[in-house]
């Protein structure tokens, strides 16, 4: 595969899944988020579609962040965009689904050992992204298959309700900028995506 499209992959998905999976005052997201305080972050990044991407991460570097990552990951209320694949994908809209266990004996199947904190489900949409960066600079041959089957199939369900949170400025941003990312990947790889139904 072309070594600098898996070097973006590489990048963008670290990048990205720092920022959806860590709190953003960790060491992993501070390293993220300095990527997005540079002025010139979208010329990096490459063609930005969408200028509100630019100005909703803009407006929401200005705010706590903090407070954003609570009420969309952590709760206590209803998450509006919980961000686990098997929410979507199982009838009982529940984690830890199929889809997860499907997901897991991938994993097993290739022999790629998962450290998630206290027992995250491994569907979650940041661990993904870092699993996608893993998968392109390790096991290329396997990212077809891991994006298609496991990942693209929910991801554009879980960003259409995220970028839907108007409270939320940052992530909105961010998630407009993961769609067309990987809206990107699945271009490049030229990855076939089937159908599923969703029960969120």
Same mark, same amino acid.
Not at 101 to 129: C, K, T, V
């Given at each position: 595969m072309h070594s600098e499209l898996m070097q973006w992959i590489s990048t963008g998905g670290r990048i990205l899944g720092s920022l959806f999976y860590y709190e953003p005052t960790s060491a992993q997201a501070k390293s993220a988020l300095a990527f997005f305080q540079q002025p010139d972050w979208a010329l990096q990044w490459g063609n930005v579609e969408n200028p509100q991407?630019?100005?909703?991460?803009?407006? =929401? %570097?200005?705010?706590? &962040? *903090? #407070?954003?990552?609570?009420?969309?990951?952590?709760?206590?209320?209803?998450l509006p965009a919980p961000p686990w694949g098997s929410v979507y994908l199982d009838p009982e809209a529940v984690i830890f689904g199929n889809?997860?266990?499907?997901?897991?004996?991938?994993?097993?199947?290739?022999?790629?050992?998962?450290?998630?904190?206290?027992?995250?489900?491994?569907?979650?949409? =940041? %661990?993904?992204?870092? &699993? *996608? #960066?893993y998968l392109a600079e390790n096991k290329q041959e396997l990212l077809s298959e891991f994006l298609s089957r496991h990942f693209l199939i929910w991801s554009g369900r879980y960003l259409e309700l995220l970028t839907a949170q108007s409270d939320y400025p940052f992530y909105q941003g961010l998630g407009l900028l993961a769609r067309q990312t990987l809206r990107e990947w699945q271009e490049e790889l030229a990855l076939i995506v089937p159908k599923a139904q969703f029960y969120r």
């Open positions: 991407t630019i100005t909703f991460i803009q407006q =929401g %570097l200005q705010q706590d &962040l *903090s #407070a954003q990552y609570q009420a969309l990951f952590i709760g206590p209320n209803a889809s997860l266990l499907d997901l897991r004996d991938f994993l097993a199947r290739h022999q790629i050992a998962f450290s998630a904190s206290q027992q995250e489900p491994e569907d979650h949409f =940041g %661990l993904m992204l870092m &699993l *996608s #960066a």
